[in-house]
């Protein structure tokens, strides 16, 4: 059993961070404004590496200067000193120890770092959510974390945030372009320019932003080692680990092809069900999303033909660059509308609209080409007209409809009414 000294050291570390270079992140911002209203539980979920821990770090820092540090408990669950204590005993017995020496007259504050290495820790969480007097943050790198009994028994006492990498106005943030408007845009297009070409090919990341390019790949190959290996392969105790690189990697040179678990297995050469498995869990640490067929005439979502995109642009190595293009965008939308919102079309004839996103009665569609040119504009511009012709005029006024580039080629750049066609780096930026 671990001393009280011994678990302030884990404290410590678990909480320690730099202070250089520092982004303030919306999901910080927002989690900020609750800080010291008790209940319900903020769950944190998102891909390794992604900044969890770092915003856990510093809610921590900015209760401490409120409340005495003996009622805050920080745990980060791969800290190597907890190596021979993830078992919901040894957990309990760090609570409890802790808990001896917190000073009665002020709340606890629990902090778990990667709380998923923990065997039935909903158990743990649900009875002190229950019985004490706690505010309780939890993360995961696992989308199935509150897919437990945790999730059915705390119900609606629960906040779930989804972290995802920097995004590009955070990645600019990080690089002194801040609080951008149209005029700094244009009076800095070629600097903003610049750092999107790095952002489209290495993704959001922060530990590779100072990184050189070389050390950028390397950075990309292990992570997705610990990922497929640690999270997954482990995990799950996967008997044939190539099959399930192998997919990832089929996924990774293809961003956005319908796909299919039969059309898949071919390709792969093993069985559907196993497809569809592997797929799961690649989809549950966050390397993969997953997006449906959505049938525009009959508001039916089609889940045997489906979409998949990496949840960031460091994983689009692989493609060409009409993927890692379309990829981010998904990440964009995903971001601005979650996950559940975003699905893609295509009609009897293969007439395909890259995403819509359905938003109460309205709909936002999308068309993401790299080029466009007047050899590809007719087909690029017909998906989204011939969606146009099934809504009233009152819907259409709610609905957007976006034709996005990144070069524009066309003799004459025009537009069909109700189609507004926008560069994709002003589209990030404004949209």
Not at 329 to 345: D, M, P, Q, T
């Amino acid at each position: 059993m671990l001393s009280y000294s011994e678990i302030v050291t884990v404290i410590q570390e678990s909480a320690a961070y730099q202070t250089q270079n520092i982004v303030i992140r919306k999901l910080e911002e927002n989690l900020s404004e609750n800080l010291l209203k008790k209940k319900p539980v903020k769950v944190i979920t998102g891909i390794r590496r992604s900044g969890k821990s770092f915003i856990l770090k510093r809610l921590y820092q900015k209760i401490s200067n409120e409340i005495p540090k003996q009622n805050i408990l920080f745990i980060n669950f791969e800290n190597d000193r907890l190596s021979s204590y993830l078992s919901l005993k040894a957990l309990r017995n760090i609570y409890d120890t802790f808990k001896l020496k917190s000073d009665p007259r002020h709340p606890l504050y629990l902090f778990f770092d990667e709380i998923q290495n923990i065997n039935s820790w909903e158990k743990f969480i649900r009875t002190v959510y229950d019985s004490e007097n706690a505010d309780i943050y939890i993360t995961g790198s696992n989308s199935h974390l509150l897919s437990s009994e945790f999730s059915t028994v705390i119900g609606g006492r629960v906040l779930e945030f989804r972290l995802q990498p920097f995004n590009f106005k955070e990645y600019l943030d990080f690089h002194g372009y801040t609080k951008l408007d149209l005029f700094s845009i244009n009076e800095k297009r070629t600097e903003i320019s610049q750092l999107f070409e790095s952002y489209i090919k290495y993704g959001g990341f922060y530990e590779t932003f100072l990184l050189p390019a070389d050390q950028k790949e390397a950075y990309r190959q292990s992570l997705i080692e610990k990922i497929v290996l640690k999270d997954i392969i482990n995990r799950y105790r996967i008997q044939k680990p190539d099959s399930i690189q192998t997919l990832f990697l089929y996924i990774a040179k293809n961003p956005g092809a319908v796909v299919s678990a039969a059309k898949l297995s071919r390709v792969m050469g093993i069985n559907d069900k196993t497809v569809s498995l592997f797929l799961s869990y690649l989809s549950s640490v966050f390397l993969l999303g997953r997006v449906d067929k959505y049938q525009w005439k009959t508001k039916r979502i089609f889940r045997t033909q489906k979409k998949y995109y990496l949840s960031d642009n460091l994983f689009t190595h692989l493609c060409l660059e009409s993927g890692r293009f379309e990829n981010l965008i998904y990440n964009h939308l995903v971001e601005k509308y979650g996950e559940a919102s975003v699905f893609f079309l295509r009609d009897e004839k293969g007439h395909e609209v890259d995403f819509v996103v359905t938003s109460g009665r309205n709909y936002h569609c999308y068309q993401v080409c790299v080029d466009l040119n007047d050899e590809n504009k007719k087909r690029e511009f017909r998906s989204l007209l011939d969606l146009r012709k099934y809504r009233t005029g009152e819907e259409l006024k709610g609905d957007t409809y976006y034709l996005l580039y990144q070069t524009d080629s066309r003799l004459v750049k025009d537009a069909p009414p109700g189609i507004e066609v926008m560069q994709i780096l002003d589209f990030i930026l404004t949209e």
